[in-house]
């Protein structure tokens, strides 16, 4: 093995492996160092994403929709099923079986495009020489030209609920249960919240979310977070707010919650409980004193707009600097840093970086909100339209939600789109190529979509702006 490289990548997530194999791809010698270890003891690749975050939830999530439709809606659609069952463990090695495939394909990718995996800690030290400790072996100084620090993020542990394993678990240890909890409690309702949430109640749990804010998905759209609250509850998901959770003790198997409301002291009794109140920057071990990368007030590595760390030729990208943990966020920045160490001069627009949460509705939404534009100031004006009137929608008996443009009101150009609804995942990536073209609502409406498609919601969404929607009656017209 060399000990000397052009690229150094620390972590093997979204944001590490796609620098190092962009960077093999532009001629650059490079290595990946990456500490993980998967559920079989062996290492893995492909970070939190692909084995204890988005690839095995969106395996759980897609599951218990599929047992939903086949215990609750088949009939509506005239398809009758005499019995459904859950197999827990099946769906769970199932699970496990996608993310090795995935996990392994890093490996089949990194082999291909000549990048050297190394397997164990790295750590960086001063003008770019970084320690490999391997799982196996003595420690090595590797000497590079340019390092990238993508070490990712963990879940943040809370002190009034300590996890106890199999009984109070974050967000990987709810990937776990090898049966339904009669009733499950989570902490937090964000993106992990709901998600975890919703895949236990589909299979059967009474689910309490507790959630110390007051508003609802506060980052997501007004109207938006509002009708998704309404849905998920009339789904089973009985969402607390204002509710600060003081301690949880395990007691005869189950959890005892003390929590605090504004009618007081309060008790929840559960089986489980799920901490998911967001996660944090894993820089534990990660820099030398001397290495010259600071962090800032909040614990993440602090860097600019191009990813440069205070060190010369040192890097950062992913869910350890500033900005959203998006997996596909922490990709394009790798990507951006690879092809500027190669001389190239690419930019990530962090105007237009999508935010998905995969419950069922989907919710997904890129650029401004109502409530930013209003706090602002900005003259907007905005066009929205139902799932209920998209003859696509009707016909797949998922006709829940709304997509919703805001515009500029003198330039009419796109602010923000939001969408509630089916493949809400998938329409939020054209109004993030609109965006990305600098698109008003006018071209969106100008565009001719495929009938009948769920997209058309979106066209017809861009019409509404100027009151022109075909497909709704528009409250202004001209």
Sequence with gaps: MSNTYDVVVIGAGPAGYAAAIRCAQLGLSTACIDKSIGKDGHPTLGGTCLNWGCIPSKALLDAS???????????????????????VPQMIARKDEVVSGLTGGIGGLFKGNGVTALHGSGRLLAQCQVEFAPHEGEVEVLSAKHVILAPGSVPVEIQPAPLVDGVIVDSTGALEFTEVPEKLGVIGAGVIGLELGSVWSRLGSEVVVLEALEEFLPMADERIARDAKKILGQQGLDIR??????????????????????????????DKLIVAVGRRPYTEGLLSPDSGVNLDERGFLYVNDLCQTDAPNVYAVGDVVR????????????????????????????ETIPNVIYTHPEIAWVGKTEQQLKADGDDYKVGSFPFAASGRAQAANDAHGMVKVIADAESDRILGVHVLGPQASEIIAQAVIAMEFDASAEDL?????????????????????????????NRKRR
């Design 65 to 87: 929709h599929k047992y939903v439709q086949a215990k609750s809606e088949f009939a509506e659609v005239g398809i009758a099923v005499e019995s459904v069952a859950i197999d």
């Design 241 to 270: 707010l204002g509710t600060r959770v003081t301690g949880a003790e395990v007691q005869d198997g189950g959890v005892s919650v003390s929590y605090q409301d504004a009618e007081g002291d309060q008790t929840l009794t559960v």
């Design 323 to 350: 900005g959203p943990m998006l997996a596909h966020k922490g990709t394009e920045e790798g990507v951006m840093v690879a092809e500027r160490i190669a001389g190239f001069k690419p930019l990530v627009n962090y």
């Design 445 to 473: 409406g100008l565009i001719m979509f495929a009938h009948p498609t769920l997209s058309e919601s979106l066209h017809e969404a861009a019409l509404s702006v100027a009151g022109h929607a075909i497909h709704m009656v």
